[in-house]
């Protein structure tokens, strides 16, 4: 039984994420520690799947911390010495919710979620009556909350008097990212900041078209320095400048990237990020005297720690919208990332902060692929796509993936959950790349399904 995808078990609470699974995935966790904290998000099916997790926990022998609602972010803070367990479906419809699984602040990786899915499958029996565990109340968000102000105080200035609008999307952001940032003295202006699992304000996945409430409000008032957007859970954020428009999330990473790397001071500074991210990440990464190492979407936490198992100190790790303080802890954490760029924008200016950003045309389209062609699709492009373009670097590890002279890229990897081979590419001449990309991938996909 397969349960986890790229960010954990997540899908509609009528046939995937029930109450029946959640005791399961509880009880096969609790195999794997006798201590943990339980959190959800804001969803209406919040309060019965995190009691069924904790069900399963108790009857497993652990001892379980109900932490009630809270962001993502805040519960790995939380899991930091022992294990934790987040209710959340992060950015998708309110029919949805999912689970979460950490270890010492960090998320499980896929060995050990594959150890859970044989678990389940196996049916995990509960521990003698005598040996269930116990539970009770804790409240991290006050420590989680001045955790981070604390952190980002070391980093750039003081931004007092900076005027920022935060969309929290009626999500989990409304009980940490206003707060945090008026802590470190900005002033704050706060959309959608009530918490409610039928996300009436916007959906909860932050894209430039949900967020057209918080681009207006910003593009029309004169006093606001940027906008800030959040998903569900918050672990995501999205930046809109003071025009309006939405900022590639690849340019906040670039952005963030130099900056640890600059301010690290380690031999070997390293960054980690995914195979569809943009080389203008590695260009200022490079410029400040660092290097970025790739791993699987979905898999930061195990690309740190192969860069830290190779030597490298990891100052940074982000995937589109996603972020990583290593610093600060080794979850995605888009309250942090709020309040250290309220900070660096405080300090330089947002278009001073992106002025050395080369920022490409950028495209991706998905050819339809059926899931069973894409192993035969995906052995042929390897060879094909760089025989196609013998001027580029190719790298297969995670897709296969060029990268040309003048710093352009295009990536191919089959989709991880729909029938799709998909095309990602950043280039001057980007609809050229992509439509020459996209005809090989369609002709390996027709090899491989007439086989």
């Known amino acids: 039984m397969e349960l986890f995808g790229t960010a954990g078990i997540r899908g509609r609470v009528a046939d995937r994420v029930t109450p029946e699974l959640a005791l399961a995935v509880g009880r096969a966790v609790g195999e794997d520690g006798d201590e943990f904290v339980v959190g959800r998000d804001g969803r209406v099916t919040g309060p019965a799947l995190a009691a069924a997790v904790e069900a399963g926990l108790e009857s497993a022998g652990a001892n379980v911390h109900r932490a009630g609602t809270l962001p993502t972010p805040a519960l790995a803070f939380a899991s930091r010495g022992r294990r934790g367990v987040m209710l959340t479906a992060s950015h998708n419809p309110p029919t949805d919710n999912g689970i979460k699984v950490f270890d010492d602040g960090v998320e499980y990786d896929r060995a050990l979620e594959r150890a859970i899915e044989t678990r389940v499958d196996a049916g995990s029996a509960a521990a003698p009556w005598h040996e269930w565990g116990?539970?009770?109340?804790?409240?991290?968000?006050?420590?989680?909350?001045?955790a981070v102000v604390e952190y980002a105080r070391r980093r750039g200035a003081a931004p007092d008097g900076l005027r920022i609008a935060v969309d929290c999307g009626n999500g989990m952001a409304g009980l940490a990212t206003p707060q945090v940032l008026r802590a470190l003295g900005a002033g704050v202006v706060t959309l959608n900041a009530n918490v409610d699992g039928h996300f009436p304000g916007r959906e909860s996945k932050p894209t430039p078209e949900s967020l057209s409430d918080l681009r207006e409000f910003v593009a029309d008032a004169a006093d606001v320095a940027f906008g800030i957007g959040h998903d569900g859970d918050a672990d995501r954020i999205v930046i809109v400048d003071a025009d309006g428009e939405v900022v590639h999330e690849d340019t906040i990473v670039a952005i963030l990237a130099e900056h640890y790397v600059r301010s690290s001071g380690a031999d070997d500074p390293?960054?980690?990020?995914?195979?569809?991210?943009?080389?203008?990440?590695?260009?200022?990464?490079?410029a400040a005297g660092g290097r970025v190492e790739r791993i699987r979407l979905g898999a930061l936490h195990e690309g740190i720690t192969a860069a830290r198992a190779d030597g490298g100190d990891v100052v940074f790790?982000?995937?589109?919208?996603?972020?990583?303080?290593?610093?600060?802890?080794?979850?995605?954490?888009?309250?942090?990332?709020?309040?250290?760029?309220?900070?660096?924008?405080?300090?330089?200016?947002?278009?001073?902060?992106?002025?050395?950003v080369t920022e490409r045309p950028y495209r991706k389209v998905a050819v339809d692929c059926p899931d069973a062609s894409k192993p035969t699709a995906m052995a042929t492009l390897e060879a094909t796509?760089?025989?196609?373009?013998?001027?580029?670097?190719?790298?297969?590890?995670?897709?296969?993936?060029?990268?040309?002279?003048?710093?352009?890229?295009?990536?191919?990897?089959?989709?991880?959950?729909e029938p799709y081979v998909r095309v990602y590419a950043e280039s001057e001449a980007v609809d050229e790349l992509v439509e020459r990309t996209a005809d090989l991938v369609a002709a390996a996909v027709a090899d491989a399904s007439s086989d």
């Open 270 to 286: 390293v960054v980690v990020t995914t195979p569809n991210a943009s080389a203008r990440i590695d260009e200022r990464v490079r």
């Open 134 to 146: 116990r539970g009770d109340r804790v409240e991290p968000l006050s420590a989680y909350r001045e």
């Open 385 to 417: 796509l760089p025989e196609a373009f013998p001027d580029a670097d190719a790298s297969t590890e995670h897709g296969v993936r060029l990268e040309f002279p003048d710093a352009s890229w295009v990536l191919v990897r089959p989709s991880g959950t």
């Open 317 to 356: 790790a982000a995937e589109p919208w996603k972020h990583i303080h290593t610093s600060l802890g080794g979850w995605i954490d888009g309250v942090a990332s709020a309040a250290v760029l309220a900070r660096l924008v405080a300090d330089s200016g947002l278009s001073t902060l992106r002025a050395p």
